[in-house]
């Protein structure tokens, strides 16, 4: 397993995992359109669109695995959900909702089909850059990869309330 750190300006409420090199399936202005509101994220081929509860810095953690992740109880988390992400070139961005996956260090992953859980955890965590003014609550978005082969959808493992962001 590999974990990484990041802190990404989630403008428009979004931060993007995506295949650093695709060019088509990846977010654009239709991606939430497609959305089921309760899933908290949006899916296209190449990318996964994390909604976030703070137009602001936010800190995500990446793990990274290779095979079966041995994953904490669901205790915890406010809402947790699973979907599927093709990363054909390898190389993985985490950015932004309007930062281009150019403008980032690629993380290398094997090309192929991934399994990915998105964790909403409550955290008195706060980035190195945050506004204490703006409105949201604080959450560390814990994402998790794993390589697989079928293709499972979207699912939900644990809803989270409804309103949550606003």
Request: charged letters at 25%; glycine letters at 8%; proline letters at 9%.
């Amino acid at each position: 397993m590999r974990i990484y750190r990041f802190e990404p300006y989630a403008d428009h409420l979004a931060v993007v995992l995506s295949d650093a090199e695709a060019t088509e399936r990846v977010f654009d202005g239709d991606t939430w359109d497609k959305a089921d509101e309760a899933w908290r994220i949006a899916v296209e081929r190449h990318c996964v669109v994390i909604g976030t509860a703070r137009y602001d810095y936010v800190p995500v953690r990446l793990d990274i695995w290779s095979g079966l992740p041995v994953f904490e109880p669901l205790d915890a988390y406010d809402h947790v959900v699973e979907s599927d992400v093709e990363f054909p070139s390898g190389k993985l961005a985490v950015t932004g909702a309007t930062q281009l996956p150019e403008e980032v260090e690629p993380i290398p992953v094997p090309a192929g089909r991934y399994r990915v859980r998105v964790g909403y955890l409550p955290t008195g965590q706060r980035p190195s850059k945050f506004s204490e003014t703006d409105p949201g609550n604080h959450l560390e978005y814990r994402v998790t990869i794993r390589p697989t082969v079928g293709e499972r959808g979207v699912r939900i493992l644990k809803q989270g309330p409804s309103p949550w962001a606003y």
